[in-house]
């Protein structure tokens, strides 16, 4: 059953991504909710389609006003690549790729709280790392020093701003400071991408947080 997906990537990361600017976390985060989001793999096709005719057309050939809306039109219409098949696991390919397997093999640690993390192998430019959050429990509240990815692969979690399910990403930056709570019911597992520390409130979660990587 495919999940219904209410929040998605913007066109700023979907471009970056396009172009290849983006730091390893975030293509992983990224390329982890293309997989999941029919919506998003439709976009992306549409700005990929929009690169290869500018470099088809010639850098210096000016484009008419219209073209972007035409182009995009164009490319919205070519109907979007299958997804790639979905197995039985938790995780999608993109992050099976770099956890060796399923959720069966990723090795947790704890961080405090039941909440446990795997830091993912990444170039240090950004950290991209899975979290388990019992049910019911929240991560500490804390602010953002750059841009912060959660991409939904179980469960659900909440914050001040909405509840985020399977597949769902939240885009978070500075002017975001939140307590996200995973949903009751079953763990929360995401996968999330950071480019700067956490902004932790409380002094002992900033203490921790040395130890912890977040
Ligand atoms: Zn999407
Ligand atoms: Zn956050």
């Given at each position: 059953m495919k999940p219904e997906i209410r929040h998605h990537l913007t066109d700023a990361l979907l471009m970056a991504y396009a172009t290849g600017a983006l730091p390893e976390a975030f293509n992983l985060a990224v390329a982890a909710h293309i997989s999941m989001c029919d919506e998003c793999r439709a976009q992306l096709g549409a700005f990929d389609a929009i690169g290869g005719a500018l470099i088809e057309d010639g850098q210096a050939a000016a484009m008419p006003d219209n073209s972007f809306a035409a182009c995009l039109a164009r490319a919205k219409a070519t109907p979007p690549a299958a997804a790639p098949p979905r197995t039985n696991?938790?995780?999608?390919a993109p992050v099976r790729a770099y956890v060796g397997g399923d959720l069966d093999v990723v090795r947790w640690r704890p961080v405090g709280m039941g909440v446990r993390q795997a830091i993912l192998?990444?170039?240090?430019?950004a950290t991209a790392r899975l979290i388990r959050i019992p049910a019911g429990v929240a991560v500490p509240d804390h602010g953002h020093r750059g841009t912060e990815l959660t991409l939904v692969l179980q469960g659900a979690f909440l914050d001040a701003t909405d509840r985020f399910g399977l597949g769902d990403i939240e885009v978070a930056n500075e002017d975001l400071q939140h307590t996200p709570i995973a949903d009751v019911g079953v763990d929360c597992i995401c996968l999330t991408a950071t480019d700067a520390p956490l902004r932790f409130s409380k002094l002992g979660h900033r203490i921790a947080q040395r130890f912890l990587r977040i």
């Amino acid at each position: 059953m495919k999940p219904e997906i209410r929040h998605h990537l913007t066109d700023a990361l979907l471009m970056a991504y396009a172009t290849g600017a983006l730091p390893e976390a975030f293509n992983l985060a990224v390329a982890a909710h293309i997989s999941m989001c029919d919506e998003c793999r439709a976009q992306l096709g549409a700005f990929d389609a929009i690169g290869g005719a500018l470099i088809e057309d010639g850098q210096a050939a000016a484009m008419p006003d219209n073209s972007f809306a035409a182009c995009l039109a164009r490319a919205k219409a070519t109907p979007p690549a299958a997804a790639p098949p979905r197995t039985n696991g938790v995780l999608p390919a993109p992050v099976r790729a770099y956890v060796g397997g399923d959720l069966d093999v990723v090795r947790w640690r704890p961080v405090g709280m039941g909440v446990r993390q795997a830091i993912l192998p990444t170039d240090r430019r950004a950290t991209a790392r899975l979290i388990r959050i019992p049910a019911g429990v929240a991560v500490p509240d804390h602010g953002h020093r750059g841009t912060e990815l959660t991409l939904v692969l179980q469960g659900a979690f909440l914050d001040a701003t909405d509840r985020f399910g399977l597949g769902d990403i939240e885009v978070a930056n500075e002017d975001l400071q939140h307590t996200p709570i995973a949903d009751v019911g079953v763990d929360c597992i995401c996968l999330t991408a950071t480019d700067a520390p956490l902004r932790f409130s409380k002094l002992g979660h900033r203490i921790a947080q040395r130890f912890l990587r977040i």
